[in-house]
């Protein structure tokens, strides 16, 4: 099982500034890495996939790096509405073929108002 | 303006059954793989299950393997998750997804949740 572990558990930023959210994978996953927003009482939300790119209609101060087993999300001037629980998750590891594989997520990373 | 609509989800006791669905609309659903993804109150995302875009591979989380079952009819539009022997930790919103691309499995589109909640 491939284990993805992010940090901080709780991000407190003003609007206007720097937002970076780090994902751990416990094992290379290469760049098969998304990032999701998910608002209260709402689904999830693309905002990145391949590591590094920007799902349909997401604006440009969201950016993905990283490869391997290190990821950052970087929203670089934080909207009103960008305060919201971001997810990564890993799609390396399909089919799953062992036992615990399979697709998992991060436990989530919450942006709040400072 | 893809759309996922689930269904059927409730309040049910704990070793019963229950089956949700998924309508989407606005894509041509027997093209993409499809999956179930859940959220525990207050908790992050689990995957559960995915099928492929003509139904031929399914797979399950070992954490529901031999009580769910995912398929799907294309011809319906439909696609179904059957639970059996449901635990209280099962309780969780499910959400359908939609793979933006066959062969890779994130998730483009989402659907509004169905809540399932189990308990005696």
């Known amino acids: 099982e491939i284990v993805m572990t992010q940090s901080p558990d709780t991000l407190s930023v003003s609007p206007g500034e720097r937002a970076t959210l780090s994902c751990r994978a416990s094992?290379?996953?290469?760049?098969?890495l998304a990032w999701y927003q998910q608002k209260p009482g709402q689904a999830p939300r693309l905002l990145i996939y391949a590591a590094s790119t920007r799902a349909t209609g997401i604006p440009a101060r969201f950016s993905g790096s990283g490869s391997g087993t290190e990821f950052t999300l970087t929203i670089s001037s934080l909207q009103s509405e960008d305060f919201a629980v971001y997810y990564c998750q890993q799609y390396k590891d399909w089919p799953p073929l062992t036992f615990g594989g399979g697709l998992t997520f991060g436990g989530g990373t919450k942006v709040d108002i400072k | 303006q893809v759309q996922l609509v689930e269904s059927g989800g409730g309040v049910v006791q704990p070793g019963t059954s229950l089956r949700l669905s998924c309508a989407p609309s606005t894509f041509v659903f027997r093209t993409y793989a499809m999956h179930w993804v859940r959220q525990a109150p207050g908790k992050g995302l689990e995957w559960v299950a995915g099928?492929?875009?003509?139904?031929?591979?399914?797979y399950n989380s070992d954490s529901v393997k031999g009580r769910f079952t995912i398929s799907r009819d294309n011809s319906k539009n439909t696609l179904y998750l059957q639970m059996d022997s449901l635990r209280p930790e099962d309780t969780a919103v499910y959400y359908c997804?939609?793979?933006?691309?066959?062969?890779?499995?994130?998730?483009?589109?989402w659907g509004q949740g169905a809540l399932v909640t189990v308990s005696s």
């Open positions: 997804a939609k793979v933006r691309v066959r062969g890779v499995m994130f998730f483009d589109s």
């Open positions: 099928i492929s875009y003509d139904g031929s591979d399914k």
């Open positions: 094992q290379s996953v290469s760049s098969n």
